[in-house]
């Protein structure tokens, strides 16, 4: 996998090799995989032998990039490659040439892999710092510290951007960032000062602007905002554009009873369905609307005519604009493929 | 009750394999339209592998072989340092989905038989789609196959110990050189090595629409692959076996297969079906469906558990058949 990071470096410098590291060995921890696994994926990531040895029980692995057992004595491995995952237990890479740019963070992720492994501590206790800033039932006292060991400042407002592992940054800012395990699997979450939002990466999710202790809320919000992306159309989507209504969503618990939803899904049957909501909720009249999905206005009042006899309400009246919109929203995250989506567009 | 999206059933990833899709996503997506065709052709080319040959001790020479219609296909020729005598030889397709990768691409896995039972490998640099269609590669690689056992003598092999051999796009063209040599009285095969054959170009099978967005080469890739091919013939009566072997109504009379494919990828079912066929027809096919695994993920994640063993599996059964 070394020369496939080489490859993806290539492809785009920009690339942050190191997310790449880290999503494989949250993998690997995920999966519980074994002792041999956990050293054969470090050695394919860094391109040479990763060594582990027990002290309790005396044991020493050494794998190859190709995952087999390596040949010899042990050699002498320098201390730079070398590092102690807990009480008696030891890993290294044995390189030794110069430090290559992956080295370090593939020797971190092995040591705490390996110390989960063997059960040293808790998987809790060894959450980043990112992961439990952004979790609301950490408590604020330890949130705080994360934040202020990752350079955020108390009192100052930061945005979370979410992003898949495979967006596409054409330019990529500079903040904290790090992988963060969620329910619809590994986000690349990267926290930027408030004012500092453009982010032109595809697909991705701008949370609210908060301060650090508000942070979770943010990352939550970037994450309705990312699924509410429609790449290529839509590539990134700010929760600022829907105010209050995405922290409602964002708080509202999967798979809530929604009966209005329920009714879209029927609407969305026809073949019109999706760009005629679409028209509907940026529009204030039958007329913009017809404008809006270029069809004539005779044929969108046909269309509203279906669409109030299937919802029970008229969408432009009263409360029915506020139920259409909230049950569209709602319906685009039931539906939304964007982390489903693949990899690059970019032209090499 | 509110419509939840149901996510298509279908069987994991092995938890090795899956971290390793967190590096491969990066440089093979698991959606290929034809937009980024030219990216794949950036992404999937070999490195150069002189370093490589060095440390096993072969020799690479490159010929050129001749197409029906003149084209002077490239050929890279492989063999142990140092051996003179005549050795079993093996032609070999690469992958990429009939649209990208080159005559080096994923062969670490193949020089295992070059250095381990000593093996003359050919290597073609058969025409891609969908530049040039059906049949420009079957024919490169045609070609190449023949001049294997017209010019045995001359690269080094033995004529009564060929192999054709190939993965994913080139298990597709290992497959039909083997018809197409029975049909034409062609040279005498010992043996097809098809790893994860691209066979069907009707894109329907029940694991062909498991995989969307997954892994590596789902639906919507296989359909782009095909249909670079065979353009408005793809799914049609007109698609000959040579470009589509699952076409083939007669299976009688061919070497013995090997076929090795991943429960978690789109080619399980007509690998499984190609194998069955071969059976019916009173053949000798070896079929191996590797829990977990994701397409070609012995050439990605050559370091896992299951990609170790597929790779034992394999060059075990090649062992068999071709080594002294």
Same mark, same amino acid.
């Given at each position: 996998m070394q020369e496939l990071l080489g490859r993806i470096a290539r492809l785009?410098? @920009?690339? @942050?090799l190191g997310l790449r590291v880290i999503a494989c060995f949250d993998e690997l921890m995920v999966g519980n995989v074994n002792t041999r696994a956990l050293l054969a994926a470090a050695a394919s990531l860094a391109g040479c032998v990763a060594g582990f040895r027990s002290e309790v029980s005396g044991r020493t692995v050494r794998i190859d990039p190709r995952g087999h057992h390596a040949d010899g004595v042990l050699p002498d491995v320098l201390p730079d490659f070398r590092q102690d995952a807990s009480d008696g237990l030891t890993v290294w890479l044995e390189r030794y040439g110069e430090r290559q740019p992956n080295d370090a963070i593939v020797l971190e992720r092995l040591a705490l892999a390996i110390r989960i492994r063997h059960g040293r501590g808790r998987r809790s206790d060894h959450r980043r710092d990112l992961s439990l800033l952004l979790d609301r039932e950490v408590d604020v006292q330890a949130r705080c510290v994360s934040a202020i060991t990752l350079g955020l400042r108390p009192g100052s407002r930061y945005r979370v951007v979410c992003a898949p592992l495979f967006a596409v940054w054409p330019e990529h800012p500079q903040g904290p960032e790090d992988v963060v395990p969620t329910r619809f699997g590994a986000i690349h979450a990267l926290v930027l000062p408030d004012g500092d939002h453009a982010v032109s990466a595809a697909p991705s999710g701008v949370g609210v602007a908060t301060e650090v202790e508000d942070l979770h809320h943010s990352f939550r919000t970037a994450l309705v905002a990312l699924r509410l992306c429609d790449p290529p159309a839509v590539g990134s989507v700010l929760a600022d554009d829907f105010g209050g209504l995405i922290g409602l969503l964002a708080d509202a618990p999967d798979g809530s009873f929604q009966p209005d939803v329920a009714l879209i899904d029927t609407v969305m049957t026809h073949a019109w369905g999706a760009e005629t909501l679409a028209a509907v909720v940026r529009s204030h009249s039958l007329r913009q609307a017809a404008r809006a999905a270029g069809v004539h206005h005779s044929t969108m009042q046909s269309r509203l005519e279906t669409v109030t006899a299937t919802l029970g309400f008229d969408p432009f009246d009263g409360y029915g604009r506020t139920r259409l919109g909230t049950a569209y929203l709602v319906w685009r995250l039931r539906h939304s493929r964007v982390l489903d989506l693949p990899a690059p567009t970019t032209a090499p | 009750m509110t419509a939840e999206v149901q996510p298509v059933a279908r069987p994991p990833f092995d938890a090795e394999l899956r971290a390793g899709l967190a590096v491969v996503g990066g440089m093979f997506p698991p959606t290929i339209t034809p937009d980024l065709i030219d990216f794949m052709r950036t992404s999937y080319a070999a490195p150069p592998i002189d370093d490589l040959l060095l440390a096993k001790d072969i020799v690479c020479t490159d010929d050129v072989v001749v197409a029906p219609d003149g084209h002077e296909v490239v050929v890279s020729v492989l063999r142990p340092k140092d051996v003179t005598s005549e050795r079993p030889g093996v032609v070999y397709a690469h992958s990429g989905g009939l649209m990208f990768g080159d005559r080096f691409s994923g062969i670490d896995l193949v020089l295992d038989w070059v250095s381990d039972f000593g093996a003359v490998l050919v290597t073609v640099e058969y025409r891609l789609a969908p530049e040039h269609p059906h049949p420009f590669p079957f024919d490169d690689m045609y070609a190449a196959l023949d001049a294997a056992a017209s010019r045995a003598g001359e690269w080094g092999l033995r004529r009564d110990r060929l192999l054709v051999a190939g993965a994913s796009a080139g298990g597709g063209l290992a497959a039909g050189l083997a018809l197409a040599a029975r049909d034409r009285d062609g040279p005498a095969l010992r043996g097809q090595v098809l790893d994860y054959p691209m066979l069907d170009d009707r894109c329907v099978t029940a694991s062909t629409h498991q995989f969307d967005g997954v892994g590596v080469w789902d639906r919507v890739s296989n359909e782009t692959g095909w249909t670079a091919l065979l353009g408005s013939a793809r799914g049609t009566q007109e698609v000959s076996p040579y470009a589509a072997? /699952?076409? /083939?109504t007669d299976l009688s009379g061919l070497p013995p297969a090997f076929i090795d494919v991943g429960a978690a990828e789109i080619f399980r079912d007509e690998a499984i079906a190609y194998a069955d066929a071969i059976w019916h027809a009173g053949g000798d096919a070896e079929l191996h469906v590797w829990s977990g695994a994701f397409h070609a993920c012995d050439i990605f994640a050559a370091h896992t558990a299951v990609g170790r063993a597929m790779i034992r599996a394999r060059n075990g059964w090649v062992e068999r058949i071709i080594a002294d």
């Open positions: 785009d410098p @920009s690339a @942050s | 072997p /699952a076409r /083939a």
